[in-house]
């Protein structure tokens, strides 16, 4: 076999994370009586979305500390509305990392294909999630046993797509670069810091994007797709 060694991101490429977010931040909304403050859910989810991307890439750049992430992405919709209320805030975020790692929705396929290649491969995580809620949710969607090891930004102080994490992955698991491949649904993170280290890549295009600065060493529309490929 070409490949030995699988890098798989988790969240929207395994852990369905986008339709468990939104379905945990409509329950805490309702919960802690945002209705009251915004025109709609929509509204709301549309005002923590563009700050949250905003501030991740700072995260990712080392221009801000996780708790002040954390902090201030559920702070400035209620500040967007007039309501600078940081208790509420923070009890609806503690409320939010509470439920989410037990929501349970996979991505289509996800257990069926790790199922399969649990057989024929050593399967690894490399993510960018924080230590608390990733193992939390790999047992909550039931993927956690398929994998030999966890690798996480959180525990190197350093994201993808920089070097310095593919490479402490591919010694913390004694993986060939030749034999490894990375799987992931995040161009900027995953397919960027493979092609980066020369380390081949599979797309799991799951947003639909329709042109790259590079070829993927593969492209998927759906998980399934690994099946055949490998």
């Not at 490479?167 to 799987?183: G, R, V, Y």
């Amino acid at each position: 076999m070409k490949y030995k060694n699988l890098f798989f991101d988790l969240d929207d490429t395994l852990w369905a994370f986008s339709a468990n977010a939104r379905d945990t931040f409509e329950e805490m909304y309702f919960k802690h009586g945002l209705d009251a403050l915004f025109d709609s859910f929509t509204h709301f989810y549309s005002l923590y979305q563009k700050r949250n991307h905003e501030l991740w890439v700072e995260y990712g750049n080392g221009q801000i500390t996780k708790e002040e992430l954390n902090c201030q992405r559920f702070l400035y919709p209620l500040e967007a509305v007039g309501v600078g209320n940081s208790v509420l805030a923070k009890q609806y975020s503690d409320d939010f990392f509470a439920v989410i790692p037990t929501k349970k929705r996979l991505m289509p396929h996800a257990i069926e294909v790790l199922e399969y290649l649990s057989g024929h491969y050593n399967l690894y995580i490399l993510s960018n999630g924080f230590r608390e809620l990733q193992a939390k949710k790999m047992h909550s969607g039931g993927i956690h046993h398929y994998f030999k090891k966890v690798i996480l930004s959180d525990d190197l102080g350093v994201m993808k797509p920089w070097p310095d994490i593919f490479h402490f992955a591919l010694s913390a698991t004694q993986s060939e670069l030749k034999e490894s491949l990375m799987i992931g649904d995040s161009w900027d993170a995953d397919m960027v810091g493979a092609h980066g280290v020369g380390m081949h890549h599979a797309f799991y295009n799951v947003s639909g994007r329709a042109e790259y600065p590079f070829q993927p060493t593969y492209q998927l529309n759906d998980l399934k797709e690994l099946i055949e490929l490998l």
